[in-house]
Structure formats: structure tokens, C-alpha cells
């Protein structure tokens, strides 16, 4: 039933193309650069993959407002599927890390107060579906951080059934607004 549930949502995001992609890529990070963050917060972002929305354009925003900006960089050798944040420096050039994911170079990393998750499929009351392996589910539950998921509203889901290790977020957001789960203080 979950392969299900991630196969129709990943299908439903990499659907949205053309000028609807742009339009809601825009509305979306219009929302994300609206919240308030207390100044020069660290927040994690994501390079977009398999129709995830891109967040470019809010990548910009940020550092224009003095926000650092961190990647999410999986584990080396890691079997256990963990990860960590590395700054992500507007001069950095991204090289392919583990599964072909870009990374920014190798230095010390860091722990953003904020981090926007991609989705696959979602529900009203903050469950999540990602890829399937758990990163970011581990590194919330060791991380006091902010989750705020990022999707498209074509990805929601009726109801999602947790599972014991799903990290439920304090925030969705899509095209259509700001969805507020849990109460939250922003960094």
C-alpha cells in the first residue's frame, strides 16, 4: 500500500510541468520566503529531484537576506541511510555525492534550525511520505529543527498512516499557502 502511495505521489509531482510547474514553483517559494526567520537563520534546503518543486529561486531569496543556506549531504559509506547539513556557499560548486546526489565540498557540518523536505505524498495533519529510506526521519529525530515540508497540492493524500519512525512536520507548504501543523518558533 505505501510503494503505492509513493509511486501515485512521485508520478502526480513530476506531472506538474510546463507553465503550471512554473506558476506553482513560484506561488510555493513566494509562501517559504514569507515566513518569518530571525536573522541570519540557517536553513537546510534541498536541490530538486524527480519533479520535486525546485527552490531555486528561494535559495536566492535567503542568502539575499543573510540567511545561511545548507544542503543535506548522505552519509559516505553510511549503510544505516543517515545524513548531515554542510553550508552551502554561493560559490560552491556542487559535486556529485553518494547516489549521484549534489553536495557542496567537503567541510565541517552544521545544523540548520529550519529544514524544508521534500514530499512525496502528504496529509492534513503533518504525516509524510518520502523516497522510502528514512534520511531525513533520522536526522529530525536527532535534531531539534523546524520541518517544514514542500510539495505540491496534487500530492495530498486523504490520510497517511504513520509509521513508528515518521517524523510528522510542523509546517506543508504548496502553491496554495502555508499549512501551520504544529506549533512551531522559527529560528
Known sequence: MRNALRAEGRARRRAVAG???SVAEERLVGHLGSLALAANACVGVYVSDDGEPSLDALVSVLRGRG??????????GSDDFTMEFRPWLEADELVAGRFGIPCPPARASIVPGVVLVPLVRFDATG????RGAGFYDRWLSRH?????GTAFEC???GALEA????????AIVTELGIRFIRPTGMP
Not at 144 to 148: E, L, P, T
Not at 163 to 170: C, G, I, R, T
Request: net charge positive; hydrophobic share 40%.
Open 19 to 21: 507553465a503550471e510547474r
Open 67 to 76: 540567511h545561511r543556506v545548507a544542503l543535506p549531504v548522505p552519509t559516505a
Open 127 to 130: 504525516n509524510r511520505m518520502g
Open 144 to 148: 531539534d529543527a523546524n520541518a517544514i
Open 155 to 157: 500530492q495530498r493524500a
Open 163 to 170: 509509521q513508528p519512525h515518521d517524523v510528522a512536520m510542523q
